[in-house]
């Protein structure tokens, strides 16, 4: 039947052609006629394979895969530059277009990175282009997005920005020496006079080193990419520390170091600066050729905490979970996503990303609610599990297992009340009033 309506409208047939694009809406929606389980199931297990498939084609052609959803993929290819990356570009759209599967699928290249840090698709940062222009050179333009700034107290928000930035800058001249030292044909990196840049602009701005003072003095013998930002860091991490033990004692100043009440926040940390320490860390050491010396940095910095390198407390844990609503479609232009109640933005979580039109907020408040009937569901219907070998219950008259173990919950109470906590916040943060008093009565 769907490819029916999908050869009608090819032939432009205008009845044919809605059809077609209100299909995913009448399979998902319960209130639909054609809403069927397992027909809806079906159609979401298709679209996954698809999307597994392309993911596929393209790492045949010689990329890895950075990110993937079904509305954006981003690629990592072996081009050095991004002049070489046009055609490259080109050549595996045309490539993954010609196979049937994937002919009928609209591919655009939206940026070509240069450079780019990546945790996830809320904590990024890096240098890109919309277009490559036929010079020599490309106009870059830099980004820099970080969740994690949000967790922290505002008097470090800027500080953490600063050193977002830093590390990015850091990366990029460190990247431009290795491509010097390949050039020149030595093992060693070549010593240029090092020009000013946003490191020591920064630092001087804060009042933290001489203006007379360069930049080589701030790094160490190595230019790796912590060796441009060590001596820097260290010295401003130990000021802010002065700082903010002085203002333990001010009650002025308690409102400044508080941290944010976020709907997404899991965690309850007390010491502002070593969060923000163990923030950029994790920056840091997302580079995986830079493991080593992002630890040893890392280190330095905890000791300035007296803090052990590999205990729990200076262990890095992201500060926000993650709630999920899926498959979220448009009422204006059908434009279907997947919307992170905890972690997308509130000016774009409640507007459509592609027509930017208002979502029916009501129909999101009942789909948080069914996820939270769900979560309940999962817990009173769950199976037990051996304590020992965590073999699944079979026997329902067995008191024990045949190890001698105890039967213990697959899903504990704690969690369950953990997630019940995390849709009240949503709740009180967002004014949902249908899903606050579903969860006061639970809770």
Excluded at 14 to 23: C, E, L, N, Y
Excluded at 371 to 393: A, G, M, R, W
Aim: aromatic content about 10%.
């Amino acid at each position: 039947m769907v490819r029916e309506w999908w050869d009608d409208a090819v032939k432009d047939n205008s009845d044919a052609d809605s059809m077609v694009h209100g299909f995913i809406s009448w399979v998902q929606n319960p209130a639909s006629h054609l809403y069927n389980p397992s027909l809806n199931y079906h159609v979401h297990n298709l679209t996954k394979k698809s999307l597994i498939q392309l993911l596929g084609e393209f790492r045949k052609m010689g990329s890895s895969i950075v990110f993937a959803d079904r509305n954006k993929i981003i690629l990592r290819t072996n081009k050095t530059a991004v002049e070489n990356s046009y055609a490259y570009g080109n050549y595996i759209i045309n490539t993954a277009r010609s196979r049937p599967l994937f002919n009928f699928l609209d591919f655009s290249i939206v940026k070509y990175w240069d450079v780019l840090i990546w945790m996830d698709k809320y904590n990024f940062s890096g240098r890109y282009c919309n277009e490559i222009s036929n010079g020599e050179s490309q106009d870059l333009d830099a980004v820099s997005k970080w969740q994690l700034r949000s967790f922290l107290p505002p008097i470090l928000q800027e500080e953490f920005d600063d050193w977002a930035v830093t590390i990015l800058d850091a990366l990029i001249r460190s990247r431009e020496d290795e491509y010097k030292s390949s050039q020149n044909g030595t093992g060693a990196l070549t010593q240029s006079s090092p020009r000013r840049t946003q490191i020591t602009q920064i630092l001087k701005s804060k009042k933290f080193i001489d203006e007379n003072e360069e930049l080589e003095n701030l790094s160490v013998d190595d230019n790796n990419l912590c060796g441009y930002i060590r001596k820097g860091i260290i010295k401003r991490v130990r000021h802010l520390i002065r700082k903010q033990n002085e203002a333990a004692i001010s009650p002025e100043m308690e409102k400044e170091y508080s941290f944010p009440k976020l709907p997404g926040s899991c965690t309850h940390p007390t010491n502002p600066t070593l969060e923000m320490v163990k923030f950029l860390a994790q920056i840091l050491s997302l580079s995986k050729r830079r493991n080593i010396e992002a630890r040893m940095l890392r280190k330095e910095l905890l000791a300035l905490f007296e803090i052990r390198e590999f205990s729990e407390e200076g262990a890095f844990k992201n500060p926000t979970t993650s709630l999920k609503i899926p498959q979220v479609i448009c009422e204006y232009c059908g434009y279907t996503t997947d919307i992170d109640i905890c972690r997308d933005e509130e000016k774009i979580l409640w507007h459509c990303d592609f027509c930017q039109k208002p979502y029916n907020k009501l129909v999101i408040e009942e789909r948080l609610i069914s996820e939270l009937q769900k979560l309940f569901t999962t817990y009173l219907t769950q199976d037990l599990k051996c304590e020992k070998c965590s073999i699944i219950k079979s026997n329902e008259m067995s008191s024990h297992c045949a190890c001698s173990g105890n039967w213990i919950n697959t899903i504990s109470k704690n969690e369950i009340i953990k997630r019940s906590h995390i849709f009240g916040n949503i709740s009180s943060y967002y004014e949902l009033n249908i899903l606050r008093e579903v969860t006061d009565e639970i809770l």
